[in-house]
Structures are given as structure tokens and as C-alpha cells.
């Protein structure tokens, strides 16, 4: 009887183990190594590239949209940050192709390149944004833990592009190109009117920007894996 | 006239301006919506605002702004197409429409703004629904009631899923034909799916629309696909699946016999305790502890009457018989080693033993015994219940055969053994013993006292029952009956030897003597040696005090007092006359009417009983 009983527990524990371990495999998107570290000519094949951009672009995307939400919900209401909000964004400054035409004469390695210098233009916001709202008056969790999630997501995108750049046009190194975001003081303001507004916008400007990474991933892949016939 | 003219146009202009002013929140101009179906134009649409028949005075317009480069337009543009879309609508083509660009727009009417909207057009993105429905039929179940089938269908035309510009997801809803409730399945992001399960005999309608991946919101559905499927087969089942009830309850009372079972079996023995109690041994009844208590003579005979050796009569007679004193704890007499000794010690410890053990069960058959009942009660000596008038007659009658064995024996520990005894007598005053277990033993004493009476040593001082008179001031304690004296003094030696005994008595620790005693030791001697005898005693640490002792003093003093003490038996109780002095107390003998028979007692106690009968 004894063994049996142990037999039992020792199996529901491996269970729960492998349950375990396959819910942390499936959190962490598009983690599955399928180069080991160290490898010298492992080759991850483009599409498979791709893929994994793909689905951590949407993933940010969904993620920023459902903390602006919120934000949106709890601190803005009433606020008319709408009306003035139609505000600039520092990733403006960036020429990126407004509508699918455009998007279409582009280059892809220009496109590809632009990708990478808005991703790395959002790595320095969004380290401060979540510093800043931790320090928020009854932080958020549901904020907080997006913003946390955000952050790293985006520098695994940000390695994820630099590695397909690698592939589609390896040698060519432009230089790092970002534009700066100057937002900070105006996040750390002692007026609460002011701060809110800055997350407001912040949040807004990070939502429009995961979604046009997210549309330049799907037309390149679009483009590049299957030749425009997805 | 003009007055009245005047009038008119004011009530008709006030009436006018009242219903309109009613009606102002309806009237106005609102959007309602602007949408993009494919991420490439999109379209505003608005309310009107105008009741029927009634048109506003100015018409509506829509200005748009939109920021480029990160500056602001200054100017407003107005809307570039008011036909495409519809009535009320303003359609924005892709040359007009940028992505990611923040639109404003205001509604104006008569040159005033009525409505006011800012927002990015990748935000109003609600596709169109899909089109070109169709099913197919997968298979059909072995029963021939169900049926799966595949729905296909095709994106909406406008929107550019080919080169990935936009990605649909799509949500399917179904129901049977007559069914008001649609059922809706997961969203999936190809453009078929199966649906699973439909009955044969019904119609089916389906639906499908569309949504951004990223957004929230849904487009509208699209046309309803009817779904008929083939007919049964007229060999398929009739009956549809129904619950198993039958096989269910035979199941269920199939386990719970099994139950029944096992808990039979597990518990076989309560079982069969519960069913067949088993047969109580008859009890062999004892005496019961409560009628001792209540001192009900009457039951413990009945009682006692099953043993063979019991008297009745003879009990009846002699109600004062003569209690042999047991010394319980003298381990030094067993040291002697003669059989006698050790076979009356031995009972004697017997007895005490089962006499404490009938305490407490009456209904234990192998402890009784009818032999070692009656010595139980040799060790029930105490002067409680029976006084001991008989007592010192019996003593002079037995002298001869204590003297007999008490030559063989050693008699000098008889004072040796006085201090000791005066231990067991003070232990067992404390015991209650109870009385009618005395008054029946003191038959049996009868028997075997001289048996008893032939061991001296065995003499014991056991005062069951003793009266607390007085607290004298030196802190001793005045006990009431005076017993016969407790220090051992052999019955034999007492007339030879009273005096000396007198003293060696008085001078020891021991104060417990019955007057007869005292009286001898004080008639025989001078009256002021017995004084100075008495004198020392009292000079010693006499723990107890007997009102006798104090009597005998008094009585020195007062010879008329001593006279009426000695013709007279000085009850047990005798109630304080006068106190003379620190030691000396005069007794009011005449005080207690003194009760024919029972309370001839010159030492002894008297029974509660027969105190309540003395005293009224």
C-alpha cells in the first residue's frame, strides 16, 4: 500500500512539474531557443524569424492597448485629455510611411531599419515610465505589470529585428539611429493635472507606435516569406 | 390692429421658438460614427438632426483637421466627398487618410460648431463582413441523427489581407431555423471552420463577421448561409439519446449493497453485539455502601444474614460488647516471632485490608469471604457505637488468659509500644468506621478476643470516634469520652501493678484512659500523689486532654464533686459547669439524664444515635 501511495504522489508531482514548466514555456512568447547559446552556424530560418517577430509585436500591441485602457478608465475620465491630446509623439520625427501605399514603395530593408529605430527609440520611455509608475499614488498593478512586461518584450523584439536585419541584409550596419524622448520632466511634475496628462499622452503615443510595428512586421513578412500572398 | 398683429407674431414666434427650443438637443447635428473598413479610407457619418418636413435653416458642414509633421494644419479643410458614403456622411479616400495621424473634425451648422471629434484612424477600423458563405458536409454520425459540416467563407473584398496591410479575425454563430438564440463559436483567424454536431432533421442558419486582430470592434455580420442537410436515413435510430435512469438506479443499488456489504463485514463483532446482546452475569450482591452509611440496622442483617456465623441474637443482647483494641502498625510486634503473633497480625491486616476493600465494592463475590468478615471486625474496636461499660468487667474477665499468654510474652514493650500506638489511635479516629459493622462485630470480637486479647501487644489504641470538648489554651486538644486507656496497659498487670502503671502511664504521652482507670490509679494512691502524678502529666506535652483528666483534678479539689463522679458513670458528653482555673473545670455531671441500658459507660463514646436519643 505504501509504495502505491508513494508511486501515486511521486507521479501527480511530476505532473504538476510538467504542467508547471510547460505554462512557464508558453508565457514567455516565442522563447523556444532553437539555436543553443554558443552555436556558431545556427541558422533560425527567416520565416521562423519572422513568425516570433510577429507574435511578439502583436502581443506588445495588445498589451499597450489594454494599459491605456485602463488608464484611460481610472485617471482620465472627465479630463478632456482627449481633445488636447492629439499630441506629439517623439517618434514623430521619424519618417515612417503613413498609409499602405507608402508602405508599399518602401524598401524593405528601409522598412526593417526604420522598425529598428523606433523600437529602439521606445527602450528609454518605457524604463522610465515604469520607474514613474511605480512611484504613482496607488500604483496600478494592472499598469504596472504591463509596463514591466512591455519593457522587456520590446528589447527582445528589438534583438529579434537585429538578427532578421542580419539575414535579409547582413553587413550593412547603419548607424544607431533613434530619436530622443525628452518626456521625462514632465512625467516627474508636481502637478497631478500636468503628470497625468504626460502618462496620457506617453501611453497613447506607445499604443500607436506597437501598432505600427505590428503592421510593418505583418506586411514584411507578408512580403518576404510569401512573396505578398499571405 | 398692429397691436394685435404684433401680439400674434409674438405668440406664434414664442411658440415656435418654444417647440423648437424643446426639440434643440434632437435637432442637432451629431456624428454618429467613422469607421475604416480596411485600414485605408474611412468614412463619418452623422445625424441630421431634423424633423420631418421642418429643414434647419443652414446646411451642415464637416471640417477636418489633421496634424503633419508635427504641425498642426492651421486651416480646416472641408470634407472632400458628402455623396459616397450616404446621406449624412463624409467619405475620406486613401489619398485623404493617413494612418497614425491624429483626425479632428466639427460638424458645423449655420457657421457654428455643433460637434466636435479628434481620433486616429487606426482606431475606427471595423471591417466588412465576409462574404461568399458556404458549407460542406464533413460526415455523418453511425446513428444517423448528426452530422458535421465545414463553413467556408472569404474576407471581406476591401480589405488587403493578401499582403498582410490588415489581419481579420472572423466568429462564426449558428442556430437551428425556428431557434431565436444564435450560438456563437471561438473567433479563429482562418477563413473556414467546422461545425460540429447538427441533427439531421433540422435547418440550420449561419452568420460570420469580422474584426481587426488588434481591436475590439466588430464589423456587421454577414449573410445568413441556410444550412439543410440530407435527410435520415429511414433506418436510423428513432430514439434519441436518453438518460440511462434504468441503469443508473440498477448501478446505484448494486454499489450500495456492496457498501452494505463491506460495512457488514467490517463490522461483524458490533453487529452481532447490537443483534444479540449478550447474557449478563448475574451479581452476587454485597452490602451496599449507602445503607451502611445510613446506619439502617435493619437491611445490613438481612444482608449479613446469608453468613453463617452471624447472630443476630446474640448482637441484640450484648449491644455494649468489649472492642479488642489492634496495634495496625506496630512492625516491631512481627519481630517476635511467635505464630500467634504473626497469624493475628496477619489476619489482622487481612482484615483491614477487606474491610477497606467492602467499602467499596459489595458486589465482588471472591473477596467474600464469611471467615475473614468476622475478624474484620476485631479492628473496629473503637469505642464508637458501643460504649465499652462491659469493657473493663470483660478486661477482668479475660485477665486470666491475657495473663496466661502475656507471661509467655515480653511486657516491656507494652510501654514502648504506648507512644507508637498513640499514632494509629489518632489515625484512626479519623476513620469513619461504620457503627452497625462495629455492633456486629463485636460479637465476632466476642469469639475471637481472647485470641486477641492473648497478644497484648496487639493491643491497639484505635479510636474511631473521638469529641473535641475543648481547645485548652497550651494548644492541646480536649477530647470528650475517655477511653480505656490505650497504653497498653495489660489487663493482667493493671491490679498488682496499678500504681506504678498509673504513673508510668500518666507520666507517658498517652492521656487517653477511662476514668475506671484514672479512678484506681488515683484511689490507690495517696490523694496527693495522684496530684502530683496527675500534675506532671499535664506539665507534659499531653497532646490530648481528656475531660476525665480534668476531672479528676477538679475532683481532688472538690472531694463532693469526685464523690458524685465516682457513684455515678460520667456520660461521655458532659457539659462544662464552671471553669475554676487554667486546669481545673467542673463538670456538670447531673447534667445528661443518663438512658437505662445503652449508656453505662464509665469510658467509651456514645454513638450519635444514642446521643440523640439522650439529648432531646
Known amino acids: 500500500m505504501d509504495n502505491k501511495g508513494w ?11 510538467l504542467l508547471v514548466s510547460d505554462l512557464l514555456l508558453c508565457q514567455s512568447v516565442a522563447s523556444l531557443p532553437i539555436c543553443p547559446s554558443g552555436a556558431v552556424n545556427c ?31 481610472r485617471y482620465a475620465q472627465g479630463r478632456g485629455f482627449i481633445t488636447k491630446a492629439i499630441n506629439s509623439c517623439h517618434t514623430s520625427s521619424l519618417s515612417t510611411p503613413e498609409d499602405k501605399e507608402q508602405a508599399q514603395q518602401i524598401h524593405h530593408e528601409d522598412l ?29 498593478d494592472a499598469i504596472l505589470s504591463r509596463a514591466i512586461e512591455i519593457e522587456e518584450q520590446n528589447r527582445r523584439l528589438l534583438e529579434g529585428m537585429e538578427k532578421i536585419v542580419g539575414q535579409v541584409h547582413p553587413g550593412i550596419r547603419e548607424n544607431e539611429v533613434y530619436s530622443v524622448w525628452s518626456g521625462l520632466p514632465s512625467l516627474q511634475m508636481a502637478d497631478e493635472d500636468t503628470r497625468l496628462f504626460a502618462f496620457y499622452n506617453l501611453l497613447h503615443c506607445l499604443r500607436r507606435d506597437s501598432h505600427k510595428i505590428d503592421n510593418y512586421l505583418k506586411l514584411l513578412k507578408c512580403r518576404i516569406v510569401y512573396d505578398s500572398n499571405c | ?31 454618429t460614427k467613422c469607421r475604416s473598413p480596411e485600414l485605408e479610407t474611412f468614412s463619418c457619418h452623422w445625424t441630421d438632426g431634423v424633423r420631418h418636413g421642418l429643414k434647419n435653416a443652414g446646411s451642415v458642414q464637416l471640417f477636418y483637421i489633421r496634424r503633419s509633421t508635427q504641425e498642426w494644419t492651421q486651416e480646416w479643410k472641408e470634407c472632400p466627398d458628402y455623396v459616397s458614403a450616404g446621406e449624412n456622411s463624409c467619405y475620406f479616400n486613401s489619398s485623404y487618410t493617413s494612418i497614425w495621424i491624429p483626425y479632428c473634425i466639427k460638424l458645423t451648422s449655420n457657421g457654428g460648431t455643433v460637434d466636435q471629434k479628434c481620433f486616429s484612424v487606426e482606431e475606427i477600423v471595423q471591417p466588412d463582413p465576409p462574404i461568399g458563405l458556404n458549407w460542406t458536409l464533413l460526415n455523418i454520425s453511425l446513428t444517423g441523427i448528426h452530422a458535421d459540416i465545414q463553413v467556408r467563407w472569404e474576407p471581406p473584398p476591401n480589405a488587403d489581407v493578401q499582403k498582410g496591410w490588415i489581419v481579420l479575425k472572423y466568429e462564426l454563430q449558428y442556430k437551428e431555423v425556428n431557434e431565436s438564440q444564435w450560438k456563437m463559436m471561438d473567433p479563429v483567424l482562418s477563413t473556414s471552420v467546422p461545425v460540429y454536431s447538427l441533427r439531421l432533421d433540422k435547418e440550420y442558419e449561419v452568420r460570420v463577421r469580422s474584426r481587426q486582430r488588434n481591436s475590439e470592434k466588430y464589423g456587421e455580420f454577414s449573410e445568413v448561409l441556410y444550412v439543410t442537410l440530407p435527410q435520415m436515413s429511414p433506418f436510423a435510430c428513432e430514439e434519441d439519446f436518453q438518460f440511462p435512469w434504468f441503469l443508473i438506479i440498477i448501478f446505484g443499488i448494486f454499489g450500495l449493497t456492496m457498501i452494505l456489504f463491506l460495512f457488514i463485514f467490517s463490522k461483524q463483532q458490533r453487529i452481532k453485539m447490537l443483534i444479540l446482546p449478550p447474557v449478563p452475569v448475574p451479581k452476587i450482591k454485597g452490602i451496599d455502601p449507602d445503607l451502611l452509611k445510613e446506619g439502617k440496622l435493619e437491611e445490613v442483617n438481612t444482608i449479613l444474614a446469608i453468613h453463617d456465623n452471624y447472630k443476630p441474637e446474640f448482637y441484640n443482647d450484648d449491644s455494649w460488647v468489649e472492642f479488642i483494641e489492634l496495634d495496625i502498625d506496630d512492625l516491631d510486634e512481627k519481630t517476635e516471632g511467635s505464630d500467634t503473633d504473626r497469624l493475628l497480625s496477619n489476619d489482622h491486616e487481612k482484615s483491614l485490608n477487606i474491610l477497606g476493600a467492602k467499602d467499596d465494592d459489595s458486589g465482588r463475590t471472591s473477596c467474600y469471604e464469611p471467615d475473614i468478615l468476622e475478624t474484620d471486625f476485631n479492628a473496629s474496636d473503637v469505642c464508637d457505637g458501643t460504649s465499652e461499660v462491659a469493657q473493663p468487667q470483660r478486661l477482668k474477665g479475660e485477665v486470666d488468659l491475657l495473663c496466661l499468654d502475656q507471661k509467655n510474652q515480653n511486657n516491656s514493650p507494652s510501654t514502648d509500644t504506648t507512644p507508637t500506638t498513640q499514632q494509629p489511635s489518632i489515625i ?25 486479647l492473648s497478644n497484648p501487644s496487639s493491643l491497639a489504641n484505635i479510636d474511631f470516634y473521638a469529641q473535641v470538648s475543648d481547645i485548652t489554651p497550651a494548644g492541646s486538644v480536649v477530647l470528650s469520652p475517655g477511653q480505656k486507656n490505650k497504653a497498653g496497659i495489660s489487663p493482667c498487670d493493671m491490679p498488682p501493678e ?21 479512678k484506681k490509679c488515683i484511689t490507690v494512691a495517696p490523694h496527693v500523689e495522684a496530684e502530683s502524678r496527675v500534675e506532671p502529666s499535664f506539665n507534659q506535652e499531653d497532646i490530648y486532654i481528656t475531660t476525665e483528666s480534668l476531672t479528676t483534678t477538679a475532683g481532688q479539689s472538690g472531694t463532693t464533686e469526685r464523690a ?11 457539659s462544662i459547669h464552671i471553669i475554676q482555673s487554667p486546669r481545673g473545670l467542673v463538670l456538670n455531671a447531673t447534667a445528661l439524664p443518663l438512658p437505662d441500658k445503652e449508656f453505662l459507660s464509665s469510658c467509651g463514646y456514645v454513638s450519635t444515635d444514642q446521643l440523640n436519643k439522650i439529648m432531646p
Open chain 1, 7 to 17: 508511486s501515486l504522489k511521486a507521479g501527480s508531482l511530476l505532473l504538476l512539474l
Open chain 1, 43 to 73: 541558422q533560425v530560418s527567416l520565416r521562423d524569424l519572422f513568425d516570433r517577430a510577429v507574435i511578439l509585436s502583436h502581443y506588445i500591441h495588445n498589451l499597450s492597448s489594454e494599459m491605456f485602457n485602463e488608464f484611460d478608465k
Open chain 1, 112 to 140: 526593417l531599419n526604420l522598425i529598428l529605430r523606433v523600437l529602439r527609440s521606445w527602450n528609454d520611455p518605457l524604463y522610465h515610465l515604469v520607474t514613474e509608475v511605480r512611484g504613482m499614488q496607488e500604483a496600478p
Open chain 2, 1 to 31: 390692429m398692429d397691436l394685435w398683429q404684433l401680439l400674434l407674431t409674438l405668440a406664434v414666434a414664442g411658440s415656435g421658438s418654444a417647440f423648437s427650443g424643446s426639440e434643440d438637443s434632437s435637432e442637432k447635428p451629431k456624428f
Open chain 2, 428 to 452: 484512626l479516629a479519623k476513620e469513619n468506621k461504620p457503627r452497625p459493622l462495629l455492633i456486629s462485630g463485636t460479637e465476632s470480637t466476642q469469639q475471637a478476643a481472647h485470641t486477641q
Open chain 2, 498 to 518: 496499678v500504681a506504678s502503671l498509673c504513673q508510668a502511664n500518666f507520666i507517658m504521652d498517652n492521656a487517653y484512659f477511662c476514668e475506671a482507670d484514672a
Open chain 2, 564 to 574: 458524685v463522679s465516682s457513684e455515678m458513670p460520667v456520660p461521655d458528653y458532659t
